[in-house]
């Protein structure tokens, strides 16, 4: 177990190396946030109603919901690499956890994430974000979420890049599968305002859900059913997911 | 036979319904280079997946260093390094943090980790490279950085399948002098390839594998001498002189010598000083040489006379391996 723990750090430590030394991905990190957050709230900011907040109020918790979601698409890419590559055969040859491949995917993940979250508040702050009728506690419980939120998804992009032929598929099939699931919900727009079946669809999508349930502790939403809806989705996310990948991580590496 | 280092017995595994091994046996004892010779997809990644705990086998047997590949694979683990014709290493990493990350998954204390790291590097001309990402690599550069990684741990048994395939001859030959000066050290090597003149060089004993099945075993010499032996060739200047040649080379060799045109075979035991011998009583019957030579056969054509086929490689891998030689 104490093996487990040491090999996953060894691991993670592995990953985050190469993040400063590959601009883009350190640009998917940093810059493109950052960009995200400007674009909305500068260009499409005016022409979006959100009724009682200022629209950056509203999107802040939203755009963070959806970078922190992708944030897991480098598990995707570098464990696509490790296949094509022959690591994980290295890794499979020493007496090391087997587990700590995809432990140390995910842990590097969360770090990564917390570089991001940084950032996103640091751009936020900038554009005029503030926390509305909130408390200490409910901002770290807001933080929590999003950072578990994450996890969850680490697992998908892991099955992903574990289907995914080449680090390229891994990367399209990552973006094709959940983008459009982020504007379909009331990541950066309320979804009441969108028309009939959309809204329903929209509705029921956990990136409402997510989105609601930080809005409501960050800036004092009503919080209806969201929050706990919210933990529940990554609970079920990680339950299915996390299974799926190890299982498929077995099958791959073991041909 | 317990004390052999490699122990194989009755090795099955298939993929689907193709049978990948079909009971092969082999053995290696400590300290000798065992050379799985043969041509792609004859079986010898499986074998080598096999015995490095990366595949389970579909029946029979193996034991590396004492330890059942099967059973006590946790253990084995600890006790073997492998390389390959992949070049498993990050790429992302330098080539110092690429090995002190196997230090560290081999549980070596950190600062132990990186010493032996420095050492390998040193060891494998590799110093310059050290602070540079592997991707800025060479091909051979990597092929050594990878070897360098299996021997972190120094490994009593070492795996290399198909340690210079894709090489250009110059990384080739650098390669073999690293490789034999790694054996030197007295690990035990399994070293699958299918460059014949490889397993001349490098291996102790051959065990010739093709479509799952060993197809013969033995030294280098051994399986040179199913094929025949040495032969000494001579040319004549004169076609006429043909049967003065036979008659003055006859006392060289056991068997009598063929005469084919102007050529004269002799089959002969042994090299040394023989092509001296065959000049002197040449001259004394008066016969004139245009050309003489003696021919050893080669590995390959050990392997066309046992299988029928030669151990030709496969030309779409060939291709893909010299792309990456270029792009790297």
């Not at chain 1, 508040?121 to 994450?150: C, E, P, R, S, Y």
């Not at chain 1, 080449?166 to 990552?174: Q, R, V």
């Not at chain 2, 040319?235 to 049967?243: F, H, K, N, S």
């Not at chain 2, 060289?252 to 063929?258: E, F, N, T, V």
Request: proline share 5%; aromatic share 8%; hydrophobic share 45%.
């Amino acid at each position: 177990m104490s093996s487990t723990v040491a090999d996953t750090i060894v691991l993670a430590r592995r990953n985050l190396k190469r993040i400063p030394r590959q601009p883009d991905l350190l640009i998917a990190y940093t810059i493109q946030p950052v960009m995200f957050v400007l674009l909305f709230v500068y260009v499409f900011g005016g022409a979006i109603n959100t009724p009682g907040f200022d629209y950056v109020d509203f999107l802040m918790p939203g755009i963070i919901v959806q970078s922190i979601a992708f944030g897991g698409f480098v598990t995707a890419l570098g464990l696509s690499e490790d296949v094509k590559k022959g690591l994980i055969d290295r890794f499979r040859s020493l007496p090391m956890s087997r587990a700590a491949v995809l432990a140390g995917r995910t842990f590097s993940d969360i770090l990564l994430n917390c570089l991001s979250l940084v950032v996103l508040f640091a751009v936020g702050f900038a554009a005029g974000f503030n926390f509305i009728d909130t408390t200490a506690g409910q901002v770290i419980l807001g933080l929590v979420l999003v950072l578990l939120m994450g996890y969850a998804f680490s697992w998908i992009f892991a099955l992903v890049g574990l289907f995914s032929s080449s680090p390229e598929t891994a990367n399209s099939i990552g973006f094709t599968l959940i983008f459009p699931l982020t504007f379909a919900s009331s990541v950066f727009v309320p979804a009441s305002s969108m028309p009939d079946g959309l809204r329903q669809f929209a509705e029921a999508n956990p990136f409402t859900t997510w989105s609601d349930a930080v809005r409501s502790l960050w800036i004092g939403t009503p919080p209806h059913s969201d929050v706990w809806m919210s933990f529940v989705w990554c609970a079920a996310f990680i339950v299915i997911f996390a299974p799926l990948a190890v299982a498929r991580y077995r099958k791959v590496a073991a041909k | 036979m317990t004390d052999d280092a490699i122990v194989v017995e009755g090795l099955v595994k298939s993929y689907g319904n193709v049978r990948a091994l079909c009971g092969v046996d082999f053995a290696a004892p400590p300290g000798s280079v065992l050379g799985l010779l043969g041509p792609n997809g004859a079986g010898k990644t499986t074998a080598v997946r096999i015995l490095t705990t990366l595949l389970a086998p579909d029946g029979g047997s193996a034991r590396v260093a004492g330890l059942d590949v099967v059973e006590d694979a946790a253990a084995l683990r600890a006790k073997i390094g492998l390389a390959g014709q992949y070049a498993a290493v990050d790429e992302n990493l330098t080539g110092f943090e690429n090995l002190e990350m196997v230090g560290e998954l081999y549980h070596m204390p950190r600062a132990e980790a990186r010493a032996r790291a420095d050492e390998l590097l040193e060891q494998f001309d590799l110093v310059d490279a050290a602070k540079r990402p592997a991707k800025t690599y060479s091909g051979g550069m990597r092929r050594r950085l990878d070897l360098a990684a299996a021997l972190v741990y120094r490994p009593p048994v070492l795996f290399l399948d198909e340690p210079t395939t894709g090489l250009d001859p110059r990384s080739r030959l650098s390669m073999w002098e690293t490789i034999e000066s790694r054996t030197e050290e007295g690990s035990t090597v399994l070293l699958t390839t299918q460059y014949l003149e490889e397993a001349d060089r490098l291996a102790d004993r051959i065990v010739v594998i093709d479509h799952g099945n060993v197809i013969a075993e033995g030294t280098s010499d051994e399986l040179k001498d199913r094929v025949g032996g040495e032969r000494l060739e001579v040319v004549l200047e004169d076609v006429a002189d043909g049967d003065r040649a036979v008659e003055a080379l006859a006392a060289i060799c056991q068997d009598p010598p063929s005469l084919e045109g102007q050529r004269v075979i002799v089959p002969v035991r042994h090299r040394s000083g023989v092509i001296a011998d065959a000049v002197l009583r040449l001259n004394g019957a008066g016969v004139g040489i245009d050309d003489i030579v003696v021919h050893r056969p080669t590995l390959d054509d050990v392997f066309l006379h046992l299988t029928g086929h030669r151990a030709e490689e496969d030309p779409e891998e060939q291709t893909e391996e010299q792309t990456e030689e270029v792009a790297a």
